[in-house]
């Protein structure tokens, strides 16, 4: 049988890791990491990293940093689907937004170059309380953010994982455009309070306006790239727009999305919000 070379873009990201672990698997199946720390480096600001990632591989799981909303991104993606399928990439999987119409474009792209292509729409992932910039106001024990009210359907980075790996390998999915929710819909202070009920802590929530939630941030020193970005998804993506859920997850896996519930509880017992309250 042949085997399926597969670069895995991120794959030290919260979904390419994932992805790469459930690769490691499967039988004739060859991963390569693409990032900056990789033997054979991936840089998306370094065009000239992209043939030697690209060599011989026959599927690439895509995912763009920091996020196919800024504005160069649909040339970025034309650039490199151009290349990749020059060098011989047969299928292309992308790790799409959910209800922005930047990255729409970008799925376009994907699907004009592409041989065979996957778009995995997935809404806000589980893991941003656990992994990414909810951590630290989590431990501290003081969440403060805007768009408190709106539902979102948060989603488990290792339900998109499995989706993305399914995808990458069963030509079932060719030509497929999955929307990825989760199976409840809740608001982040209702995220945060589920949280709390877990692991037993007090977790104060404070709503915010966006202006405030911003300005907050450049108190912090955030840097005015990842500001704009933070900007675009809660003034974009966060209005409602995606208050619905889809049954993707089940379509392509065979069983429900999993719960946020159960993503705490899990969660809860790596110890990684132990340190609540006790940051200042």
């Known amino acids: 049988m042949k085997t399926n070379n597969i670069l895995v873009i991120g794959g030290n990201g919260k979904t390419g890791r994932r992805v790469a672990a459930l690769l490691a698997k499967k039988e004739n199946v060859k ?34 940093y920091p ?35 930047e990255a729409q474009v ?22 941003n309380f656990s992994e990414s910039f909810f951590l630290e106001p989590i431990l501290a024990g003081f969440v403060a953010l805007p768009r408190a009210d709106v539902l979102e359907p948060f989603i488990d980075a290792d339900d998109i994982a499995e989706v993305v790996t399914e995808a990458l390998l069963n030509e079932k999915h060719n030509g497929q455009t999955y929307e990825l929710t989760g199976p409840r819909l ?24 966006l202006d405030e939630y911003l300005n907050m941030l450049r108190e912090y020193q955030t840097p005015e790239d990842e500001i704009w970005l933070i900007n675009y998804l809660f003034e974009e993506v966060l209005d409602g727009r995606n208050s619905s859920i889809t049954n993707d997850v089940e379509k392509v896996l065979g069983r429900k999305a999993t719960d946020f519930s159960v993503y705490v509880e899990n969660t809860a017992k790596t110890g990684v919000w132990n340190e609540i309250n006790q940051l200042s």
Request: charged share 25%.
């Open 67 to 101: 996020d196919l909303a800024i504005p160069s991104a649909p040339e970025t993606i034309q650039k490199f689907t151009l290349l990749a399928t020059k060098l011989g990439v047969e299928k292309m999987v992308l790790l799409s937004g959910r209800g922005e119409k």
């Open 31 to 64: 991963i390569s990491i693409g990032s900056r720390t990789a033997e054979i480096p991936f840089d998306w600001e370094n065009p000239e990293t992209w043939s030697l990632a690209l060599k011989d591989k026959n599927s690439v799981y895509i995912t763009f």
């Open 106 to 127: 970008c799925e376009e792209i994907v699907k004009a170059t592409a041989q065979k292509w996957t778009i995995v729409r997935a809404s806000w992932f589980d893991q």
């Open 186 to 209: 809740l608001t982040f202070k209702s995220a945060i309070a589920e949280i709390a009920k877990i692991t037993e802590k007090e977790i104060i929530f404070q709503s915010l306006e």
